[in-house]
Structure formats: structure tokens, C-alpha cells
């Protein structure tokens, strides 16, 4: 099994422009999450899924879209990005909320300049 | 929002047991603890959790205070490669707010 697959691992973006990051599993998880990690902090939830075709917002969800058409993806959109979005991002999943362990991607380091 | 509290950092010596310490006083009954650990550049990954009873695993134990409000990560015997930021979270079934503390920054002298 791959587990969390994530892309791209590196990406460098100018103020305004548009990305997905992708984000794939392939355990058959019915959650799904997107985190934020800044230097030297821990993980900040960004957007979450529990199933295909649902979606809700976390902590710090402003600037970033979210879709889950499949069980496997979970892709991240970043409308106009902005220097404040500089981050490393992580995928996970997990079978279950809370009784399960999380399985995290290897992450994105993104830069926008 | 259900918080942890960890020490910044710790030390210990390589091939000696380590204990992590965490505080968690705002507990509920159906808050699971979670450990995670991470690696410089790369992504979190799974250590231990736990509901009430003490946990036992290939990598690590996890000792529950009797009023859930602390908990403690015991590193058998630690080795270099356990030098990481280890995090413990609280897991609730119907919260998805999941709060991650900065963790406590592990340093393993040889």
C-alpha cells in the first residue's frame, strides 16, 4: 500500500496565483484532512472530510477550497494565493475519528513570493 | 476546544528510558489521547493512543493518570533515531476541531 500520497512536495507560487495540491489515499478512509504547519508550530486544521461528498471547514479555512468527489481524493484549491499561505502542508486520513490512528502524506512545502 | 500542555523540550541519554509528559485538565470521558511524533521534514507519524487503560506497543507505552488528566509517553530505551517533536493531542468522536499543541522537542545526547 502507497498510504498518503501528496503532490507536488515543492512548489513556489507569486502572489495571486491558483494551485491544487492533491492528495490521495488509497486504505479506503472515510476521513479525510487537510493541515497547515508553520515554522516551529504545530498542525492547524484547515479543511476536514468524512466521506465522499462532504466537507467542513477547521480552524483556519480562509483562502483555501476543498472537494471530495471520490473516497480516495481530497484535493486542496488556493484561490489567489498570498504570502500568508507560506506553509507546509499535510494530508491524512483515517478509518474512523479519534479510536483510529491518523496516516499523514510526506507533505508540501509551499512558497509564495 | 480541549487543549494539551507540554514541556518545549527535553533531553536524555541514548540506550536510557525517556518519559514525555502531558497535561490534558480539560478532558472529557470520550477524549482519546493520541501521541504522534515528527521527524525534521517530514510528515507526522503515529506513536500510541489510548482511552483509559495504560497502552503498550512495539515503540512505545502510554500511562494514563487514573483522572485522565495527564498522561505520560515512555520511551523504553531511546535511541538516536527517536530524536523528534512529539505531540499529544486529544481526540474526541464528535469534535473535529483537532488542536495540535507545538509539541515537546526531543534531544538524544550519544
Known amino acids: 500500500n502507497a498510504g498518503v500520497t501528496q503532490t507536488p512536495k515543492f512548489r513556489i507560487l507569486k502572489i495571486g496565483q491558483s494551485m491544487t495540491l492533491q492528495c490521495t489515499q488509497d486504505?479506503?478512509?472515510?476521513?479525510m484532512y487537510w493541515y497547515r504547519q508553520d515554522p516551529g508550530m504545530g498542525l492547524k486544521l484547515i479543511y476536514y472530510?468524512?466521506?465522499?461528498?462532504?466537507?467542513d471547514k477547521g480552524e483556519v479555512p480562509n483562502g483555501y477550497n476543498v472537494s471530495r468527489s471520490t473516497t480516495e481524493d481530497f484535493p486542496l484549491r488556493l484561490e489567489l494565493a498570498a504570502p500568508s499561505q507560506t506553509s507546509v502542508y499535510f494530508c491524512?486520513?483515517?478509518?474512523?475519528?479519534?479510536?483510529?490512528?491518523?496516516?499523514f502524506g510526506s507533505g508540501t512545502q509551499l512558497s509564495v513570493l | 476546544d480541549a487543549k494539551t500542555t507540554q514541556p518545549n523540550s527535553m533531553e536524555s541519554n541514548e540506550e536510557e528510558p525517556v518519559h514525555l509528559p502531558c497535561n490534558h485538565s480539560t478532558i472529557s470521558g470520550t477524549d482519546y489521547i493520541h501521541w504522534y511524533r515528527q521527524l525534521p521534514s517530514q510528515g507526522p507519524e503515529y506513536v500510541i493512543h489510548?482511552?483509559?487503560?495504560?497502552v503498550n506497543n512495539r515503540m512505545a507505552s502510554l500511562a494514563i493518570a487514573e483522572d485522565r488528566k495527564s498522561s505520560t509517553l515512555i520511551l523504553h530505551r531511546a535511541t538516536l533515531r527517536d530524536a523528534a517533536v512529539y505531540y499529544c493531542i486529544l481526540f474526541m468522536d464528535s469534535n473535529y476541531q483537532l488542536i495540535w499543541g507545538a509539541g515537546t522537542k526531543l534531544i538524544i545526547k550519544p
Open positions: 472530510s468524512v466521506g465522499a461528498g462532504i466537507t
Open positions: 491524512a486520513s483515517s478509518y474512523m475519528l479519534g479510536r483510529e490512528k491518523l496516516f
Open positions: 489510548g482511552l483509559t487503560s495504560n
Open positions: 486504505m479506503n478512509h472515510n476521513y
